[in-house]
């Protein structure tokens, strides 16, 4: 369970929200919507526990956030708005050295596999510098293929994607609702996802 706390957040001399409250519980996502510059990105760094507010607290399973530490990243997977790979590396290579770094490691066979799931067979052994943004994107994406976290916390995740992978991604959200996880994310578009109970939540 995902819970926010009269959270209030401020940029500059600027309020963005305040008096947030959720509690967000397994098989259920939330979908937080806004304009542009209204503090969706900063929620979502708020509830990962990358930013504080300037008042409120993020309780996981009951218990502050940070006070669990390691214990709640070890529960957490965020995927930024950013793509976070290596141009230099090729797709093949970011995905390993992703779950390494996250302590999940998978073999060679495994990589391939989600990496095909998610459109990039046949450039998997191409340096990243040379995919288009869409491609880009589905590279950092295709560690939710593997991903066994229990909250996923997703910033613009179907941004520059076409009809397909849109499509597998929103499978992948489902299948992990179904699980029993929870997922937070933020979309321009409207999302349809199956097995998801999703939750509204505009700001601004």
Request: proline letters at 3%; aromatic letters at 4%.
């Amino acid at each position: 369970m995902l819970e926010a706390i009269q959270i209030e957040c401020q940029r500059g001399d600027q309020r963005l929200f305040h008096g947030i409250d959720l509690c967000l519980k397994g098989g259920e996502l939330l979908f937080l919507q806004g304009k542009n510059g209204a503090g969706k990105t900063s929620l979502l760094r708020i509830l990962c526990g990358l930013a504080m507010p300037v008042s409120g607290e993020i309780r996981w399973q009951g218990e502050n956030i940070h006070r669990l530490r390691e214990r709640f990243r070890g529960e957490l997977c965020y995927l930024g708005h950013q793509n976070a790979i290596k141009d230099d590396l090729t797709p093949l290579e970011n995905l390993m050295i992703s779950t390494r770094l996250h302590d999940e490691a998978i073999d060679e066979d495994a990589a391939l596999v989600a990496l095909e799931q998610v459109g990039l067979a046949g450039r998997v052994e191409l340096a990243c510098r040379y995919l288009s943004q869409g491609q880009k994107r589905r590279v950092a994406l295709s560690r939710l293929a593997l991903e066994k976290r229990p909250l996923w916390i997703l910033d613009e995740p179907f941004v520059a994607l076409d009809a397909q992978a849109n499509q597998w991604l929103s499978n992948v959200i489902g299948a992990h609702s179904e699980r029993g996880g929870l997922t937070v994310l933020t979309s321009h578009q409207a999302i349809a996802i199956p097995a998801a109970e999703i939750r509204p939540l505009v700001l601004g």
